[in-house]
């Protein structure tokens, strides 16, 4: 076998260089029908491709380095200097791009879960490359749990998309103000993979809000602060639904998932069968996220 394996700390090497990392996947890919999965499977890369073009990243579509089609969905390196981009305006314009398409579809609808990572990987043109530790959290991140409550609480009809940012990416570029992704658009979550040994600080975006995800005070992306306001007062007084009674910054839940209080600082996440003591959170079972929000000044933040 010619392949040598390094040791550890053994002795100092050069870091490989830092590539970012994009990555999606199917809600409910498994459910679907065998004679479905190879045609969705097609339909996921092609969809990422026109939201590129859309997003005028042609260069990114045309350089992604060690992609991959992972049957449910898509993962590729790039350039980290077009990090900014990808966060804004690209993760919009594919919500966008996925609600056009399930609005005229006669097939299943397509929602995706999507990460965004960046870190040290191999990327020499040989065998291997991409593969490392960003590289597979990048993977746990499209798998935790906050990412996955937040999809499967949100109306199908509206909330195409659900990313999840890893903390590195949202220190550097959102926090760093280097793309218009505002951080009052970023929910802080503990990201977690029931059965996994992963846990990281992460930050949900979702492009478009809906349901008690909007109830909760997670603005859409067309209205002002103002409105937010009044619409969170309205939504409080009168569109619980049936199973969830929300009230002030309280929100009792049975089952599913809640997402309550201020988003951008102090967000704690619990799941399944996890015990939570703590401010305004009380429920049977299920997926829950709660914090703190500080509503953005404009409704031009996606």
Known sequence: MSTLVPAPYAESRPLPP??????????DFT????VQHGPVSQLIPELVDQALERAELHALRDSKR???NTGDGVVFGFDPALLP?????????LDDILGAYNRQCVGPRIR?????????LPDADHPGDGNGTVRNDTHRLLDSRPVKAILAAASEEVTHLAAVISQRVYEDVVLGAYTRLHPDRCVEVPATVEGKNFSQRAWLYVPSPSGNLVQAGVQP???????ADASAER??????RPGTHYSGNTQHVGEGA?????????????????????TNQHWGGGDNVAGDKRVGDSGEHR
């Not at 981009?85 to 314009?93: E, K």
């Not at 995706?112 to 040290?120: D, E, Q, T």
């Not at 939504?235 to 619980?240: C, L, V």
């Open 66 to 68: 060690f992609p991959a």
């Open 85 to 93: 981009f990808v966060l804004w305006p690209f993760l919009g314009v």
């Open 258 to 278: 809640a997402v309550i209080g201020n988003v951008g600082r102090d967000v704690t996440y619990t799941g399944g069968s996890t015990s939570y003591h703590g």
């Open 221 to 227: 992306r067309e209205e002002s602060a103002g409105q």
């Open 31 to 34: 459910g679907l029908p065998a």
């Open 235 to 240: 939504e409080q007084e009168s569109a619980a």
């Open 18 to 27: 830092y590539r970012a990392l994009f990555a999606v996947d199917a809600k």
């Open 112 to 120: 995706l879960r999507a990460s965004v990572h960046v870190g040290p």
